[in-house]
């Protein structure tokens, strides 16, 4: 059992995340609005375009990237999620206590993982098309 | 610390896992005929079959996974037998139904069996786990392998859409269930069933009340969206009508049974101490759940849109027993549900139209399957030839009034009224002459019909065959 401070404890630590919340939209908001009452206001058309680092904004907002890079997408979020167990596990496998069997249990889930590496060279995903 | 395994315990899950790897893998490497697509579909009957053997054989009570002086996290028990028999007996029909699905050859077959039997090993773990991870976990593998499964058909519009929905939904109902988890998690610090229970029991707890009201209603909710219990029910009709009817089989039973089985545990097993809280929310998500369901499978005339709705007013009837913190008749009403929807389902598949009129003198031109349809019908109305679907009410009605929830009662049994116009309405259709031309589908879909009947005429028989294994 922990140690409990009750539901207004409970709750009340996220009154701090809305003061901050309050905090940072007021300065924002502030910040915008003291511009606006400080500065010459003289827009002229090369102003008023949107900035964009530096370089001139061309073309659409909507960008389309190609389909087949999807695969690659697949791919890097296996690998990521993977490493997320494989992290804390290379951290204690050779704890005492562990040993073998540990080791041995994650190159199970790494097979079932390369199971679907397998399926995927074999149905030709993995060729450039 | 290692904790020891127990082999035996979670040999059925870790057969079709196996068997879904090999599914995978063969299908990869070997040439792409039709007779490899047959071969892969024996092959997942063979591991369940295989699975269903061991579920059979396992007898008394086995824990694995477990941590000393706390719990463990998987445990089979007479429960978790006959539920994982239902989801292994269910997936058998499916797989059957599924393979003339195949046969048309624009759905990869390895994909498929690996999917269904990902799901179905889910289906198995789900209720033998005891612990609030290991269940999101085995809940989740039943989710997942759906979306994709309902999606499998290329270029189908309707069936995009209808994983897209159920993905949404999923998603969502997996969110705020989570949250509920950890709020759960967060007072009692326990993921363990019977640790929560335990925590929860000790007195001196001031103002957790609130929060765990709120972690077991979020926790509701979230099984509620699985379950398509009222209001959570919208997804329901378009995902079964844009599924393939093998998927939509799946999800109103594999994927309900699941629902009901995490939770009955989490409010059974974690939350029995807190059951003045949830027992008057579950029984007016039932009566509500068997309300619409019913009154909007009144007006539907696609056959999978009128059963989808149907499979939402059955939910209710489940959801019922449960508001008394009944498990056993919930359990044995989704049981004998299963038998009699899949008989629907198998018959459906069988001879698919678009409408129920294309039904109308199915029994003249099709004996078989227009007999199957109606005695699964009768059975879901709950009349007497259908006797399973009549003990299933039976055994609910008594624990409802035992209960002391009256007032259910009466709304279940005008419930039961309503379903008979829209069972009978389509009985009645079957019976009718009619001289129009049969299309009618592939051989191991009629296996499956007959699979489906002679299980349900089995229930309708011998009852007891589930009411015992309850005890």
Known sequence: MRDYQGVDGYFGSYAVVAVLLAIGAAIFAGALLINRLLRPDRPTEAKLTTYECGVDPVGDGWAQSQVRYYVFTYLYVVFAVDAVFLFPWATVFAAPGYGMTTLVEMFVFLAFIALGIVYAWRKRVLTWT | ?471
Request: aromatic share 8%; charged share 10%; net charge neutral.
């Open chain 2, 1 to 471: 610390m290692i904790q020891s395994i127990d082999y035996w315990a979670i040999a059925a899950p870790l057969i079709l896992a196996l068997a879904a790897g090999l599914v995978l893998l063969l299908e990869a490497f070997l040439p792409a005929r039709p007779g490899v697509r047959t071969a892969l579909g024996c092959l997942t009957l063979a591991a369940l079959a295989a699975a269903f053997a061991v579920v059979v054989a396992q007898r008394g009570v086995r824990e694995t996974f477990c941590v000393p002086s706390v719990g463990c996290s998987y445990v089979v028990d007479a429960t978790t037998v006959v539920f994982a028999g239902l989801a292994l007996g269910a997936g058998a029909v499916v797989v059957l139904l599924s393979m003339g699905q195949l046969a048309e050859g624009d759905i990869p077959v390895g994909e498929w069996y690996f999917l269904l039997l990902a799901a179905l090993a889910g289906a198995v773990t789900l209720p033998a786990s005891r612990d609030l991870i290991m269940l999101v976990v085995a809940l989740e593998l039943v989710s997942l392998p759906v979306f994709a499964l309902t999606a499998l058909r290329r270029y189908d519009g309707r069936g995009a859409e209808a994983a897209l929905k159920l993905f949404v939904v999923s998603v969502v109902s997996t969110a705020v269930m989570l949250f509920g988890i950890s709020l759960l998690y967060g007072i009692t610090g326990a993921v363990h069933l019977d640790a929560i229970a335990a925590a929860l029991a000790q007195p001196e707890r001031p103002g957790a009340g609130p929060v765990v009201a709120v972690g077991a209603v979020m926790v509701v909710a979230g099984f509620g969206f699985k379950i398509a219990a009222v209001p959570f029910h919208f997804w329901a009709a378009d995902v079964y009508q844009g599924a393939p009817i093998p998927v939509a089989a799946l999800l109103s039973v594999v994927s309900k049974a699941a629902g009901f089985a995490g939770l009955i545990l989490v409010l059974t097993q974690a939350l029995p101490g807190e059951s003045a809280t949830w027992t008057p929310i579950v029984a007016v998500l039932a009566a509500l759940t068997m309300t619409v369901g019913n009154v909007l499978a009144l007006r539907q005339t696609h056959p999978v849109r009128l059963l989808a709705w149907s499979s939402v007013a059955q939910s209710g009837y489940v959801l019922a027993p449960i508001a008394t913190t009944d498990a056993q008749a919930a359990t044995a009403y989704l049981v004998f549900y299963a038998a009699m929807n899949l008989t629907a389902f198998a018959v459906v598949m069988a001879v698919p139209h678009d409408t129920l009129d294309g039904y109308r003198g199915l029994v003249s031109a099709r004996p078989v399957a227009g007999l199957a349809l109606a005695f699964a019908l009768i059975c879901l109305a709950g009349l007497p030839p259908g006797l399973a679907g009549l003990f299933a009410k039976v055994v609910v009605f008594r624990e409802v009034v035992a209960g002391g929830l009256g007032w259910l009662a009466v709304v279940m049994a005008v419930n039961t009224v309503i379903g008979l116009y829209y069972y009978i309405a389509w009985t009645a259709r079957l019976f009718t002459p009619a001289d129009a031309t049969r299309r009618a589908g592939s051989g191991p879909a009629w296996i499956a019909v007959g699979v489906a009947t002679a299980v349900a005429v089995g229930f309708s028989v011998a009852p007891q065959l589930v009411l015992a294994t309850l005890g």
